[in-house]
């Protein structure tokens, strides 16, 4: 599982609004035949990329199958992968997470069982669910996975003087977090950072999956946008998206009907600190640099109402610089 683990972890950034799937297939006597892993949505999944590159047919007569994701039971895009692994012969089928739609949850293993195949369930339940988060929770809800990311300063300042250059960060934390753009669907700002910064918001220094340019999010209370932009201008020009007097949440149900499973908030400090407020922020990447700025920029605006926790902090040093990430848990009430 933890080899099929590694191939679903190739489509990360790549399959949306598919979940990442990897798969594995096993000889009896527990030889890898083997692997496949789900590419994009409308490609075959990882189930039928695994049995395509078999050495030859026939040969998954009475193997074993590791797939990170309960395997579909329904037609989409792609015929339901049930049927394919029932006509391939497979005896056993071990499978990671469970599919999170409550519509089809478990449908699939039942028609594996009911073809007379054995099937093992939640092996390493937790790590496959982790890496669908995003799918996860817009199949369930609608709604995107909000991730609120920013740059700061110890004291939770980002605004650096002048001479001193536009960057708190290292280039490294800089190139990890275009690295995280290119794993999300939509990157959100406001107004005033558009006015202030005129940002890309695109993906530089890495290389990205094809035609993987997230789209570009703008809310604003006036409509009054400068039109000069990068975001209006550039060749990206048909990836971005305004929204004029919009609540945060009516954006993020809208965004959701588009396909869109994740949106990075990248600020400014007034969107950052309503997002909290409001509760709908799921995770945090938050790049600390070692500086005491002072003044009266603070990253995070807001109320300070929800009061949100971290449940399970992760700490990363990247340069001289830190990463702190992790889910977002908010207090009952």
Known sequence: MRLALREARRGVGRTSPNPTVGAVIVSARGRLLSKGWHRAAGCPHAEIEALRNLARPGVARGVSLYVTLEP????????????????????????????????HAGRG???????????????????????????NKWIVTGLPLVIA????????????????????????????AHRLRAQVD?????????????????IRGIRPAPNRQPWRVVLT??????????LFTDEHRDRTLVYKKRSLTAVLRDLGRRGIT??????????????????????????????????????????????????VPEYRRIGSDLLLSGDVCYPAG
């Open 72 to 103: 579909c039971s329904t037609q989409g895009r792609t015929p339901p992968c049930v049927d394919a692994i029932i006509a391939a012969g497979v005896a056993r089928v071990i499978v990671g997470a469970i599919d999170p739609n409550p519509a």
């Open 109 to 135: 293993l039942d028609r594996l069982r009911a073809a007379g195949i054995e099937v093992i369930p939640g092996i390493l339940a937790a790590e496959a669910a982790a890496l669908n988060r995003a799918f």
């Open 149 to 176: 990311k920013c740059a700061l300063s110890l004291d939770g300042r980002i605004t650096r003087l002048p001479r001193e250059g536009p960057w708190l960060t290292s280039e490294r934390s800089r190139l990890h």
């Open 186 to 202: 939509a990157i959100l700002i406001g107004a005033g950072t558009l006015r202030a910064d005129n940002p890309r918001l695109t």
């Open 221 to 230: 209370r006036s409509g009054d946008l400068p039109p000069h932009s990068h």
């Open 262 to 311: 994740s949106v990075l908030i990248e600020g400014g400090a007034q969107i950052l600190g309503e997002v909290f407020d409001r509760r709908l922020v799921d995770r945090v990447c938050l790049y600390v640099a070692p500086l005491l700025l002072g003044g009266p920029a603070v990253a995070i605006g807001g109320r300070g109402t929800a009061s949100p926790v971290i449940a």
